[in-house]
């Protein structure tokens, strides 16, 4: 009988991906998500694809520990890919819940891990959130393994409490931290507090960016792959192309639904004096995730394109019409936003942000509960 590998997070942009991958490999898969229908969708575009592994969906909440239990004890999979997390900026809203997910939702599946009687290579999807503000002015050099964990926000600091709860139990084990995930479910998710996030980053904020396709692709060799990356952390991003600052992956991803470019006036800079004053995001130094796993296979150019054709035609025809009347419209809005918001030369994202949102969103710089 074939042992299964279960994957969290099953139906997300990465986790759907990451599925298919495993299924296409003849993979026994027990996929876990929340029952919503926009997961059962997916699950039937996964059944459709007649691949030669055998797709198992299981409907689990990590809130409940008695059903993540279960489930791991049934199917007692050799891997477990855990990419299941309440997000940011959607997190800003509901910290304490997040925690419960992130932090808490972590602990439950460790400890069903740790009770079975062959340890599974647990793979956890953590993000460059953990590095916290990065000045690239004075800190120009690519973030690493080594480079201290010091979140600002209370996702990064919810990826780092669950780091130290899978080092600490002793299970094998893998981390990988992601850059920014790129796919056309997320140029279809913006909401406020995402464009509210897009406009508080600098906008020469250092952006390493990753192609959905690229990071499934990553998780998916590294559940087949545990004595290679047992013990790793590794930083998982795209090739050199995907390497930008943040106004011109925003200006990219404006052109490939048919905006186009709103320019650098779009967005204030970071203030080089101040190290708080930046976003998460930094350029990763992915040498060794890229020898280990050979996952990078979309340039940005490939990645950007690929946003472009899943948009719907009429969508890309009526964005393209209306592009040049609504660009200057758009930059006029948002320097009469900042200068209602009374914000200075600089962006200071976590300043906008907690106003915003509430002191919730920075880290709180708390120890987890023991494993």
């Not at 969708?41 to 797709?55: F, I, K």
């Not at 004096?273 to 040498?287: A, E, I, K, N, V």
Request: hydrophobic letters at 40%; charged letters at 20%.
């Amino acid at each position: 009988m074939t042992v299964p590998i279960l994957v969290t997070g099953a139906f997300g942009q990465v986790g759907r991906r990451c599925v298919a991958n495993l299924l296409a490999r003849g993979h026994k898969v027990v996929a876990s998500d929340l029952r919503t229908e926009a997961a059962l969708s997916v699950v039937r575009t996964l059944a459709d694809q007649h691949t030669p592994g055998t797709l198992l969906p299981a409907y689990a909440d990590l809130l409940d520990p008695a059903a993540i239990g279960s489930l791991v004890a049934r199917h007692q999979p050799r891997a477990i890919v855990h990419l299941a997390a309440m997000l940011s900026p959607v997190s800003y809203r509901n910290p304490e819940l997040a925690r419960r997910i992130n932090v808490g939702g972590t602990r439950t599946l460790v400890r069903a891990a740790q009770g079975l009687a062959a340890p599974p290579l647990f793979a956890y999807a953590s993000s460059a959130g953990v590095y916290g503000s990065r000045n690239p002015y004075r800190h120009p050099e690519r973030l690493s393994a080594q480079t201290a964990v010091d979140p600002v926000d209370q996702y990064g600091e919810d990826k780092m409490l669950a780091e130290r709860i899978i080092v600490n139990s002793v299970l094998p084990h893998v981390i990988l931290r992601l850059g920014g995930v790129i796919s056309p479910d997320g140029a279809g998710a913006l909401n406020r507090d995402y464009l509210l996030l897009m406009r508080a980053t600098p906008g020469d904020n250092r952006l390493h960016t990753v192609d959905a396709r690229d990071a499934a692709l990553a998780f998916a060799n590294a559940a087949e792959r545990p004595d290679s990356v047992d013990g790793k952390i590794l930083l998982i991003g795209g090739d050199d192309s995907h390497l930008n600052l943040h106004r011109d992956v925003e200006d990219d991803m404006l052109q490939a639904i048919g905006l186009g470019r709103l320019g650098p006036q779009a967005s204030l800079p970071g203030d080089p004096d101040d190290d708080r004053g930046w976003s998460f995001t930094g350029w990763l130094d992915t040498t060794e995730s890229q020898a280990l796993l050979d996952y990078q296979h979309h340039s940005w150019a490939r990645t950007v394109d690929w946003v472009a054709s899943s948009q719907p035609r009429a969508v890309r025809v009526i964005a393209g019409a209306l592009g040049p009347l609504a660009r200057p419209v758009v930059r006029t809005a948002l320097t009469l936003q900042r200068r209602a918001e009374h914000r200075g030369p600089y962006a200071d994202p976590w300043t906008l942000i907690s106003a915003k949102l509430g002191p919730g969103v920075l880290a709180s710089n708390v120890d987890p509960a023991p494993t």
